[in-house]
């Protein structure tokens, strides 16, 4: 069992930025990042494969975020910049022994998660 602990989460003005982190107890091949608002599914905002730093982003925060990870710390930093009252919500980082991006970056493919850290952005 792989723990995750994020970190970084907080309030903020629309436009304004966030930086989250999500430390990992052990080796993973894939980690990326999910967010639910009240009411709504889970969303998947940001992946990257942990051996070749490839990442993948849906259309709602490409170009706003930006996934990274530090391997000696075993830790992934999600940068959030030109945040929406949309973007609301509370943020899970998630981990697995696969890489998985594109139509395979879905939740059910994330077999570790960590507790969430809540976003909120005021408009």
């Known amino acids: 069992q792989v723990r995750l602990v994020e970190s970084g989460g907080g309030s903020v003005q629309a436009g304004g930025s966030l930086r989250l982190s999500c430390a990992a107890s052990?080796?993973?091949?894939?980690m990326g990042w999910f967010r639910q608002a009240l009411g709504k599914e889970r969303e998947g905002v940001a992946s990257i494969c942990t051996s070749s730093g490839s990442t993948y982003y849906p259309d709602s925060v490409k170009g706003r975020f930006t996934i990274s990870k530090d391997n000696a710390k075993k830790t992934v930093f999600l940068e959030m910049n030109s945040l929406k009252p949309e973007d609301t919500g509370m943020y899970y980082c998630?981990?697995?022994?696969?890489?998985?991006?594109?139509?395979?970056?879905?939740?059910?493919?994330?077999?570790?998660w960590g507790q969430g850290t809540q976003v909120t952005v005021s408009s």
């Open positions: 998630a981990a697995d022994s696969r890489c998985w991006g594109g139509i395979w970056f879905r939740d059910v493919n994330f077999r570790h």
């Open positions: 052990g080796s993973t091949g894939g």
